[in-house]
Each structure stands twice: as structure tokens, then as C-alpha cells.
């Protein structure tokens, strides 16, 4: 497993829902920021679909304040949600449009994207919406560079990103150390305190360590005691 590059300036994380991110690639944001890169984050959905006796009117501005709360802690400030409706995301046109279109308006040299596969490992599905917005996002790195294809969007100048990082991924091609930076992404996942309370009756302090104990271990042929992993795209240069 080789180094993630980390010749660039600028990133963007696009996932489905508030704590997608949190559950491990917060990690590597969280070193990306120390070392002066610009990461922002774009979020299809608002997860107000996504707590057990929470109506999502209500739901919705409350996740989106965890989500900006946890995003703080590790140094992005610019986070976008593009009302897409949680649980119910369909990979189609459309998504492909907004995502190049956000691609587009944040010029980012590196994308990051969340598992898109039909599993996470085997035996445990992944979900509609996180299959929707990964594939629709890997699509949209190539559909950004193209000025015919969205023609919605020509008014936002093209733009190519140089490498798309799929995070959440059973065993990936890159890694990143995240040594330094667990404990403070443990405190971005503990930002979702009210999500995580509907979830189980754990403290929500000990769920935080132990989903970023299952991401952040050590990997295998890769020299630090916790990474991240990921598999990588390239696209251009
Ligand atoms: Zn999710």
C-alpha cells in the first residue's frame, strides 16, 4: 500500500450524509488542514432521515449543525448540502450535473468520495444513497472537465481534478498517517452526539473510539500505527 499523494492544495469530500465523513476520512481531512490544504465538504442529503423518532423537518437543520460543528474541528469551514432527500438519492443525470457543478465551483485537485460498493465488507450491505452519491460523484470528477456534457451548468468554467480517493473501501491501493490526528477526528464523530444517541444506548464517546479504532488501524504494508486507506483514480496530469 502506497502514500496517498499529498501534492496539492485543494480537496473536496462529497459523501450522502452528515457523518459519512466522520467515520474515518475526518481523520486524514484533519491532517490535510495542519498541513495548510483547503478541504470543503459538499453533502447531497441533510440525513433528516436518519434518527429514530426525529421528524426530518426537525432532524435536518439539526444534523447539518452537528455536521458543520464536527467539520470546524478539523478545519473546514466551507460546508455545502445540496437538499438532496435523504434515504431516497437516485443515481441519475441530475446528481451527476449538481456534483460537476460543485466540482466546478470548489476547483479541487483532489476529490473524495465514500465506498460505493454493494458491500463494506462481505456480509454487510452498503446503502442506496452511499452507492448513488459515490458512483454519481466518481462520474462527476470526468464530467466536470467537460463543457458539453451539462450544458446547465456552462456557465461554471470546466475544471479536472487530478485524482479521485475512495474512502471506506475493505483494502485499498493508498494510505494516509493518521496518527497524529485520530483524537481529533474521534471528537468530529462525537460532534454527532444527538445522531449517535438514537443509535445505541453506548456513551457516544465510546462509539466514536471504537468506529475510528475499526478505520484508523494499522494497515497492512503500510508503516504507521494508524491510517486511513483508500483506493485511488487518476484522472489527469
Ligand atoms: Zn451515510
New binding site residues.
Partial sequence: MEQLPEDWERGVVI???P??IEYGAAAAVARWTRQGKDIRYVLASS?EAGIEGLAPAEAGPLREAEERAGATLVGVTEVEFLGYPDGRIEENLALRRDLAAAIRRHRPEMVVL?NFGDVWARGYAN?A??RAVGRAGLDAVSDAGNEWIHPEIADIPAWSPRWAAVYGVADGSHAVDVTDTVEVAVGSLIAHHRYLEALSSDPVEDQARAVLEMTTGPKEGFAADRAVSFELYYFRG
Fill in positions: 459523501v450522502a450524509h457523518d459519512d440525513g465514500f446503502s444513497d452511499h
